[in-house]
């Protein structure tokens, strides 16, 4: 896990290693200056000359310079690393995201790939910069100072055999009850979070409801819980300060009462120097293993984010580029040959099962069925933005795995459902579907599309500023946008996943009459929830369940199949017009 | 609507002062024992870990006289029992600190939790009007980033400020009570490592400025191109965004990067001009030692070794709690600010509730006079008190709803509906439709009194329906809403949202009605299955049926349906239809749909256009008038 990570690191190994460099020349000047000190303070008591003192002085000031040097560069080198780390990791993951197929973006979901290019990287990145600095410091100083007690203090250095496994034990018992308790309490305060924002959205219900006395009630149970465990994880916690502590001051104590004693007795070669770094040396070192705790809780608590990191750059994609690929596409045929589906290898249900379909290149075909017949599921299959599970699909006579993926989805084009602008102006949006096209096939295409009469009623016309989730346009005429997007590619295929849902019938008849018109041999494959947009289509398919139930002309169908007939007299009969 | 942004202009320090008083008012009103017992503690604890220092220069200056004579059982008589106590401060710091930590860890979440519930008690009581005027992520953030910053700040910055502080007055006086040559070396040191933070924290401010609008700007492109990520493949777009996202990401690092550098470099330097300090102070005062300069001090103790090495551990306590004090200093500022955007929606008008006329349970008699009762008799009244004369009248029940000449605007000056009225009689089924912006959702919005209305009357069983209390009122009417609410929890639990004393069979019943029954008992768990995320885990049409069983629970007599059907695809909506009818039989309904097949059987349809009512009537007199209804059913308009 934290080596997939440290792979994105690079071009950044280079601050990574003066950043540990730099730190570990601060340790080692920082834990021989009390050394020097205690020299200092010695000759002092002995008196020496003027000149012998200010020399040591001289020396320790040059010596707390190159200190604040190293540590001041390596705050920045380590920024440095960890930034550039952080700004590898998101472009290795997005590129990764970027290699995804459907399946792929279907398992994370769209708003935890969110979170894991924000929050998770940021966690990260904190997490490196802390261990690059403070992972390297800490142990060092730790050992440094022991080393230097020792030999320094003698005898007096004894006290750290019982302060330093007391501290280490202590933080290590607070470290494993605090870490849970902490988890818990995170969760029960996210989903806290989470309720919260259901009443914000919701507003309308509660107070339809005039439920606000009872979501506060709700509100402070759930409160009051969580801040008794809060309360209680924090308690725990708490308890470090006075460990540290009792640690320090049995430490100043002890140096305090034996070294007066050794001191004095002339008992070892000690003097009071020495004896004032021993407390000097005795606070770095529970300092340091403070540190050290203070490093195992940010890495535990970085290690989750540093998993779902690592989970994204692991990830298979589920669809690979043939290596010896087919470029062009021949023509707009399409056949599926006994294909079944399902969305994952465990499922146990097959969303599509046995489907034999033969669509000849230019014609129009229309898709029928209720929510949750894989209507969507079908078309997806033909740009293969999903593999069959069984049984092959071609296109243009070719298989669709044996095509190179961007000649197979160029000639394919598809208007998604759930469909999107980006921000941008409308022309940017448009010429994703072709960026090297004209204006002029600009408005050809929006004209095919009906749209190029709203969209030069802007003020701004092809120019008009999409906002971000294209917030600023109606649902109809993001529909047709969306359309001329797909247009523009010049597509053999074009498929109309339920895109004309929120234009009104009139503008939907003109479409489908602009296709016969103007792109007669490009295959249109149609999907509505209404049938009068699919009634003049060479051919219709009913699905039902993951199959497809019945197929055929509108009059053939209105003849031979159910489903279609009820459906049909319900529309007409309810007054065909829905125009949500 | 307009979106009002809370994060606009820094307040005034004035009023930033303001809201820290209010704070600590608050800490002290939840705490009038606890707060004065924590501050002691934390001042003796302090207190105790900076008198050690005199004691250690004692014992120093002792071993110093009993190591020339080598006479250890003499100077153990002097050292041990200032150690002794020495001991005993130590363990009056430690018991302290204990207290007031353990204290604090209590007393901060029990402060965060009834802010919290403040908070929220205060959110519950807003209007409808500011949730649709602020946005929903602001109004959470208050809950997340502005009550964390509280944390921050009592659990930490407020503690270490006043124990810091307290540990640097008491050093600055030990120091001034050996020897004020040697302290005045250490203040102008301090003065250095201020103007060093300073200018160096200015740097990092900028660039933190800075980095939040690159990261601000990362997490929109992402969050965009991540919901848009099928589009991408699906257009073969996936390289181009990419070199987006690079140039985006690259901005972010230069910007991330010199913030930190300037954040990091700060703490090592800051505290290596502590070790400068220390060094300096070791040389100056062994030249001090040598030279025999006459000390100046409040204790008139002379320059000696036993001075200069307490000293050297001293300028460590006292550069340390500065920059501890500092540091603290900017979380709080942080938090005040997080506290004065939490005590602005307390401060928020509370939605007004001066409504008197209440709904209540009642027996009729055989001779038709009402009387008033305790017990559930499925028979409801209007209770009306007039303070003319004191007299209590009861008005059953019934449903009747009426809208005379009712004008309306979100904002001044842009009026949302003009000279609006309707009549509906008990039973009967009204129907809005109309353009997006037409005004038919804003209609609904006033019948609940969400919003009053500006002019003209609105009249509930013929009382104005101001004069009703607005829970009652709101009870009396059952909303259905194009946009589904549910809440975390089970099933049952969602349904009886709509009356919580309804019993699990009246709550099955309500899900039949609505034909959600179905479905819902082949969910895994049935009734039990617990929904999360809002129903995350439900289709559109099925959140929709629960919200409609959840509504017929209630049992009002006037309904309100706002596009409820709008996301049931047309054969779903077949058998939805039927359990809708049921739903609707024997009370007023008011429906907004885009289906005309939804509204086609409604006793009247109004057609809305700009906030006026410019066609009203039956289905097939509309059709006759070939007015814009006639338009509507056509296809000719595009409804959105």
């Known amino acids: 896990m934290f080596r997939t990570i440290s792979r994105c690191l690079r071009e950044f190994k280079l601050p990574t290693i003066i950043t540990i460099l730099f730190m570990t020349g601060e340790a080692v000047i920082e834990a021989i200056i009390p050394f020097i000190t205690a020299r200092l303070v010695d000759n002092l008591t002995a008196g020496i000359a003027m000149s012998a003192l200010l020399r040591t002085g001289l020396i320790l000031f040059v010596m707390t310079l190159v200190s604040l040097f190293c540590g001041g560069m390596a705050g920045m080198t380590s920024a440095k690393a960890a930034a550039g780390l952080a700004k590898n990791v998101r472009h290795d993951i997005f590129e990764k995201v970027q290699t995804f197929a459907f399946s792929n973006i279907d398992k994370f979901s769209s708003s935890s790939l969110v979170t894991r290019l924000t929050t998770d990287i940021n966690n990260v990145q904190m997490a490196f910069m802390m261990l690059i600095r403070m992972a390297i410091r800490a142990p060092l100083m730790l050992i440094f100072s022991i080393i230097m007690a020792f030999i320094m203090g003698g005898k007096l250095a004894g006290t750290f055999v019982v302060v330093i496994p007391v501290l280490a034990c202590g933080l290590l018992l607070i470290g494993k009850f605090a870490l849970p308790a902490f988890r818990r309490v995170f969760k029960k305060y996210d989903r806290l979070n989470e309720s919260i924002e259901e009443n914000v959205r919701g507003m309308r219900v509660v107070k339809g409801f005039s439920r606000e006395e009872y979501e506060k009630e709700k509100f402070r149970t759930a409160a009051e819980d969580i801040c008794k465990d809060f309360t209680k994880a924090e308690r725990i916690v708490a308890l470090n300060g006075p460990i540290m502590q009792v640690c320090l001051y049995f430490n100043m104590a002890f140096i305090l009462m034996v070294g007066s004693k050794i001191i004095i007795n002339g008992e070892s070669s000690i003097n009071v120097g020495e004896m004032s770094s021993m407390l000097t040396y005795g606070f770095q070192i529970l300092i340091q293993l403070m540190m050290l705790s203070m490093i195992y809780v940010m890495m535990t608590l970085s290690a989750e984010s540093a998993k779902r990191i690592s989970e994204v750059l692991q990830e298979e994609p589920d669809i690979h580029n043939p290596e010896t690929a087919c470029e062009t596409v021949a023509d707009g045929s399409i056949v599926f040959e006994n294909v079944s589906f399902k969305y994952s290898q465990k499922a146990k249900k097959f969303a599509l099962s046995d489907i034999d379909v033969q669509i000849p290149s230019g014609a129009t075909v229309g898709i029928i069925g209720g929510t949750g017949s894989s209507k969507s599921t079908f078309v997806q299959l033909i740009p293969r933005l999903y593999d069959v599970t069984e049984g092959r699909i071609k296109v243009g006579g070719v298989d669709v795995c044996e095509y190179d993926l961007h000649a197979l989805r160029d000639a394919v084009a598809m208007v998604l459902q759930k469909n999107v602008l980006f921000s941008g102006t409308i022309k940017e949006n448009l010429r994703w579907g072709n960026p090297d096209a004209t204006d002029e096939e600009l408005i050809e295409a929006c004209k095919l599309s009906q749209a190029h009469d709203f969209v030069s009623a802007f003020p701004d016309g092809y120019d008009t500023m999409i906002e971000q989730g294209g917030t600023n346009v109606s649902g109809g005429q993001k529909q047709r946008l969306c359309i001329a997007r797909a247009l523009l590619k010049k597509p053999k295929i074009l498929i109309l996943d339920d895109s004309t849902s929120a234009v009104d019938t009139k503008t939907d008849a003109f479409i489908r009459e602009g296709f016969r018109k103007y792109i007669p041999d490009t295959t249109k494959i149609i999907i509505a929830q209404r049938i009068a947009s699919v009634m003049d289509a060479d051919m219709i398919l009913v699905m039902d369940n993951g199959k497809i139930a019945a197929s055929g002309t509108h009059d053939e169908l209105m003849q031979s199949c159910d489903i279609y007939r009820e459906v049909y007299e319900q529309q007409t009969n309810g007054g065909d017009n829905d125009a949500a | ?640």
Request: glycine share 8%; charged share 20%.
């Open chain 2, 1 to 640: 609507m307009p979106r009002n942004n809370n994060y606009g202009e820094p307040k005034k320090p004035a009023e930033a002062f303001k809201s820290l008083k209010r704070l600590l008012g608050l800490l002290r009103q939840f705490y009038p024992k606890l707060l004065p017992v924590t501050l002691v503690c934390i001042l003796f604890s302090s207190g105790a870990s900076a008198i050690p220092a005199v004691f250690l220069q004692k014992v120093i200056a002792d071993i110093e006289v009993f190591s020339e004579s080598g006479d250890w059982a003499a100077a153990r008589a002097v050292i041990y029992p200032k150690v002794y106590v020495l001991i005993a401060l130590y363990v009056v710091s430690i018991i302290c600190m204990t207290l007031w930590q353990q204290l604090v860890a209590i007393m901060t979440q029990g402060f965060l939790n009834k802010m919290r519930c403040k908070l929220f008690d205060s959110m519950q009581n807003l209007p409808i009007r500011y949730f649709d005027t602020h946005k929903h992520g602001d109004i959470m953030s208050h809950y997340t980033n502005d009550i964390d910053t509280l944390r921050q700040m009592l659990s930490q910055a407020l503690p270490s400020l006043v124990q810091a502080g307290a540990v640097v007055v008491f050093v600055f006086a030990i120091m001034l009570y050996y020897s004020i040559w040697l302290t005045l070396i250490v203040i102008i040191g301090i003065v250095l490592m201020m103007t060093v933070s300073k200018k160096i924290g200015g740097g990092s401010a900028k660039y933190f400025i800075r980095q939040q609008a690159a990261v601000g700007k990362t997490e929109g492109f992402v969050q965009e191109m991540m919901n848009g990520q099928k589009v991408v493949q699906v257009f073969c777009h996936e390289e181009q965004s990419q070199k987006d996202f690079d140039a985006v990401n690259d901005a972010l690092y230069e910007d991330m990067y010199r913030a930190h550098a300037y954040a990091n470099a700060l703490v090592p330097i800051i505290m290596n001009i502590g070790n400068v300090l220390y060094v300096i102070i070791a040389t100056i005062g062994g030249v001090l030692l040598l030279t025999d300069v006459p000390n100046l001090s409040f204790s008139g103790m002379p320059i000696c070794l036993s001075i200069v090495v307490p000293f050297l551990n001293m300028t460590k306590q006292f550069t340390g709690n500065l920059n501890q004090v500092t540091q603290q200093i900017n979380a709080i500022v942080m938090a005040v600010a997080g506290a004065d955007r939490i005590f602005t929606l307390m401060d928020e008008q509370p939605e007004a509730d001066d409504g008197y006329v209440t709904m209540v349970n009642v027996h009729t008699a055989a001779d038709g006079t009402v009387t008033e009762a305790d017990e559930i008799t499925h028979e409801w009244a209007w209770k009306h008190p007039h303070t003319a004369d004191g007299s209590i009248t009861y008005t059953p029940l019934r449903g009747e709803v009426t809208l005379d000449s009712v004008d309306f605007a979100y904002e001044e000056g842009k009026d949302v509906l003009h000279d609006v009225t309707v009549f509906a009689k008990p039973g009967q089924k009204v129907a809005f439709v109309g353009a997006t912006g037409a005004g038919k959702t804003t209609i609904t919005n006033l019948i609940n009194r969400f919003y009053d209305i500006a002019d003209g009357k609105i009249r509930y069983d013929g009382i104005n329906i101001n004069k009703i209390k607005k829970s009652d009122l709101r009870r009396s009417l059952g909303i259905v809403l194009q946009e589904t609410n549910l809440f975390t929890g089970s099933v049952m639990e969602n349904i009886r949202y709509g009356r919580l004393d309804a019993t699990d069979e009246e709550c099955v019943a309500a899900a039949k009605l609505a034909g959600a029954d179905d479905f819902i008992t082949r969910l895994p768990e049935g009734y039990d299955t617990l929904l999360s995320g809002n129903g995350a885990n439900l289709s559109q049409g099925q959140r929709q049926l629960i919200a409609i069983a959840r509504a017929a629970v209630a049992d009002p007599p006037v309904m309100i349906l706002d596009e409820a059907t709008s996301s049931i695809d047309t054969r779903t909506e077949a058998i939805v239809q039927r359990g809708m009818d049921a739903l609707m039989k024997g009370r007023t309904v008011f429906v907004i749909a885009h289906r005309l097949s939804t509204v086609k059987n409604s006793d009247v349809i109004m057609v809305l256009d700009h906030g006026r009512i410019i066609e009203r009537g039956s289905h097939d007199a509309l059709l006759e008038k070939k007015g814009t209804y006639y338009q509507l059913y056509t296809g000719a308009f595009e409804l959105d």
